[in-house]
């Protein structure tokens, strides 16, 4: 007869414990502890995965073998990818409500000429076929609705189906009847994920998990889920906004520096080759305030429009306002500009913008952002012509860059004229059309500037 092992599990943050205690030393919560089965054992049990015997090799002898991929219709999901989706790969993807998850996930279906498994737990068939008549013109014969919430369920029906790819929206309304606890909860996400995770392994299958994310903006549901997962999508951006960002915060089998771009339209997510020409605005005339950063996502250079408004402050404390930029950055440079150039700034509201719904952290922003600042103070219109990459210390100095070749000539291919930059010493200044105006202080960069 099986043994079982149990213990206690906080529901909220998922912290085990060998006995019942009424709060959380974790997260503080009360009675938030439920027991669970931990273990399930028998007088022959086999690791997990294990289908041959496995013993020690050094790892000089280990051959090397390159994971073979599967290139999906997207060309942003497959550079977040690292090249393409990964055989027997699991992959979760996380965001906001809205945001576009399922309509992803449902192109994705739409449009790959696989043997596709769509488990959706949260919608009906008859919703899923609506929204697929509404997103996508090519239709694939191939794909296989099935909503249902039971996890042998799904499982007993992905193995008789055999498919190439699954996906399951969402881990969240998943059940397994080995546990009593509601959908949802830390005990049935970790046991469904775990089951989910052994069926893709042992199948060669990749599948796609969907992941509700709490009002912090984390995944919901325990913390190991991500670590048992290979590969961690975050899809964000404003609502308010047409764009789309896909990235990857967790990736086994590539980068996570890179980022996909997409607009949602009426008829799906459209993927955005170019995000510069779209994220800059042409004016009619020049106002004070305005600025280009180029900035890098991933090895992807961009061009965004930053905004600044600075007025005198109405009530005694001056207020400071970011949307897409770090406040506390804002501060700092706020800060120096007062501290080393001489700028009266502590009496003024100071309101920065970038134009699109990014958000970036970027330290090659603050020139920029600077340049905003010191325009919509003195009421004086930047060039549309000008581009700025730079950091900013606490010194007042403009530091180096990281790849500083790919900002320029992406300046130059936008047809830029100049761009404001730190010392580059090491970059042959011939090779770029575009006129290189290096500045080291802020002092010398106002100047320049105006």
């Keep these: 007869m099986a043994k079982l092992k149990t213990a206690y599990f906080c529901q909220n943050c998922g912290s085990q414990y060998p006995q019942w205690v009424g709060q959380c030393k974790n997260c503080g919560e009360w009675n938030t502890l439920v027991e669970e089965i931990v273990e399930k054992t028998t ?104 909503t249902e919430t039971s996890l042998e369920k799904i499982l007993h029906e992905a193995k008789k189906l055999e498919p190439d790819f699954v996906i399951i929206d969402s881990i969240q309304t998943l059940q397994s009847q080995l546990i ?96 510069s020409e779209i994220l800059i605005t042409k004016k009619s005339e020049e106002l004070s305030g305005n600025s280009v950063a180029v900035t890098i996502e991933g090895n992807r250079p961009m061009l965004l429009e930053i905004q600044a408004l600075v007025s005198s402050a109405v009530y005694g404390t001056p207020q400071r306002s970011c949307t897409g930029f770090d406040s506390k950055r804002l501060n700092m440079l706020l800060a120096v500009l007062e501290k080393r150039a001489g700028f009266q700034l502590g009496a003024k509201d100071v309101f920065l913008n970038i134009t699109g719904g990014i958000k970036t952290d ?15 103070n003195e009421d004086i219109p930047i060039s549309e012509h000008y581009c700025f990459a730079g950091e900013i210390g606490l010194s007042g100095e403009i530091r180096p860059i990281a790849q500083a070749e790919q900002r320029i000539s992406e300046a130059e291919k936008l047809g830029y004229e100049k761009i404001f930059v730190s010392n580059l010493n090491k970059i042959p200044k011939k090779k770029f059309g575009i006129k290189i105006e290096e500045v080291s202080k802020i002092e010398d960069f106002h100047e320049r500037l105006f």
Excluded: W
């Excluded at 090799?57 to 989706?85: F, Q």
């Excluded at 769509?118 to 929204?131: D, F, L, N, W």
């Excluded at 980068?255 to 949602?264: F, H, K, Q, R």
């Excluded at 970027?362 to 919509?376: E, F, G, H, K, Y």
């Design 43 to 146: 007088s022959h049990k086999t690791p997990p995965f294990s289908k041959t015997k496995q013993h020690v090799i050094n790892i000089i002898e280990v051959e090397a073998i390159e994971e073979p991929r599967i290139k999906t219709p997207s060309d942003e999901l497959n550079r977040v990818l690292g090249g393409g989706i990964v055989l027997g790969s699991v992959t979760l993807i996380g965001g906001e409500p809205g945001i576009g998850k399922s309509t992803l996930l449902l192109q994705l279906a739409l449009k790959m000429k696989k043997k596709i498994f769509y488990v959706s737990g949260e919608e009906s068939a008859s919703q899923i076929k609506m929204r697929a008549d509404r997103l996508a013109d090519v239709k694939n014969p191939n794909c296989f609705l099935y």
């Design 180 to 275: 009593e606890s509601s959908p949802g909860t830390v005990s049935q996400i970790r046991e469904c994920s775990n089951e989910i995770i052994k069926y893709a392994k042992e199948n060669n299958v990749p599948v796609f998990l969907v992941g509700h994310i709490t009002k912090d903006g984390q995944i919901a549901g325990p913390k190991v889920l991500e670590h048992m997962v290979d590969v961690v999508l975050n899809f964000d951006g404003d609502r308010n906004h047409l764009f789309r960002l896909l990235r990857a915060n967790k990736n086994r089998f590539g980068s996570t520096a890179e980022i996909g771009i997409y607009e949602m339209i009426s008829q799906g997510l459209k993927e955005i080759k170019n995000p």
């Design 362 to 376: 970027d330290p090659a922003l603050d020139l920029a952002v600077v340049a905003s600042i010191l325009s919509s």
